[in-house]
C-alpha cells in the first residue's frame, strides 16, 4: 500500500508540474504560432508588423510597423522599422505585442530565423483547463530490455503540421512483456544527449487518449529499463495546433490499450479540446 500512495503521489506532483508549465509564458499552450521568415513583408499569425530576414544572415528580424500596431522592442515603440535580435547581447531579444503576447526568434542553423509567438492567454482563449490522466496503475511500471540498434535502421516520421513523414534513425529497440505478450517499440533521440524518447500510440489514440500520441522517455546506453507508463505524456501538439512536433511511427502503434498517463487536453467541463 506504502508503494502504491509513493507512486500516487509522486505522479500527482509531476502532473501538477506538466500544468504550470503548459500555462506558463513559454507553456505548450501559450504557443500561438510559428513561421520562418525568410521573405520581405512577411506576416506572421499573431504577431503585428511585416517581418524581414537581416541582410548577409544577420542573427535576427526586421520589423516594419507603425505606432498604433503597438509593438514594442527594448521597452521603445516600434514606428518605423526595428530589428529584433536572436541573441540579448546584440540588442533587444524579445518583442512585446498587444493583448499580452510575445514574440522571439527560433533557428535550427543560425541561417533562418522563424518568429514564434506566444502568449499566455492563448491557453484560455482556447479553454484549456487541464490535462486529463488516468487513474495511476502500478502494473503499467514495466522492466524493458533495450538492444541498441546500430545497422542504419530508420522510421518514417510525420509531423504534426508537415505530414509528409522523414526518416528518423532509431538508436534502440525497446521490448517489453504485458500480459504474457513481447511488444517491440522504436527508441529514437531524445531532446537530451542522454536519453531516448519513445512516442507511441495505442488502442485508446483518437479515442480516450490524444490522436497523436504519447510519450515516454528512457536513459540512454541502459541495457534495460523501467518504464513508467503512468507518466507518459501528451505531446505539444495537443495543447496547441501551433507545434510541429514529431508524431509516433507505424511501428510504434501498440495493439493494447494503455490506460495509464495522460490523456487529453480538456476545458473546464472535461472535453477534449485541440
Known sequence: MTAVLTEQQTVARIREARYIAATGPRGAASFVWGDFVTEPGTTVHGAPGRWAPLPEGRPGLQVEARAEEGI????????????????????????????????????????????????????VERGFAGIAAYDVDGSWIVE????PVDDGRTVMIPHHRDP????????????????????HLAATQGPDAGELSVHFTDVT???????????????????????????AGLLPCSFSPAWNCPLPPAENRLPIPVRAGERQVVDA????IG
Do not use: C, K, M
Not at 524493458?144 to 538492444?147: E, N
Not at 489514440?205 to 523501467?226: D, F, L, N, Q, Y
Not at 467541463?269 to 477534449?272: F, I, V
Open 205 to 231: 489514440s483518437g479515442g480516450e487518449s490524444s490522436g497523436s500520441g504519447r510519450t515516454v522517455r528512457i536513459p540512454a546506453g541502459a541495457a534495460t529499463a523501467v518504464i513508467d507508463f503512468n507518466l
Open 269 to 272: 467541463r472535461g472535453n477534449p
Open 72 to 123: 514594442h522592442l527594448g521597452g521603445r515603440l516600434v514606428d518605423g522599422t526595428a530589428v529584433l535580435h536572436a541573441h540579448e547581447a546584440d540588442g533587444p531579444a524579445v518583442a512585446r505585442f498587444p493583448g499580452g503576447a510575445e514574440g522571439v526568434l527560433f533557428s535550427y542553423d543560425r541561417s533562418q530565423f522563424a518568429l514564434q509567438v506566444w502568449n499566455p492567454e492563448a491557453a
Open 164 to 183: 509528409r513523414p522523414i526518416p528518423v534513425p532509431v538508436i534502440a529497440d525497446v521490448a517489453f512483456e504485458r500480459e504474457g505478450v513481447v511488444h
Open 144 to 147: 524493458a530490455v533495450v538492444t
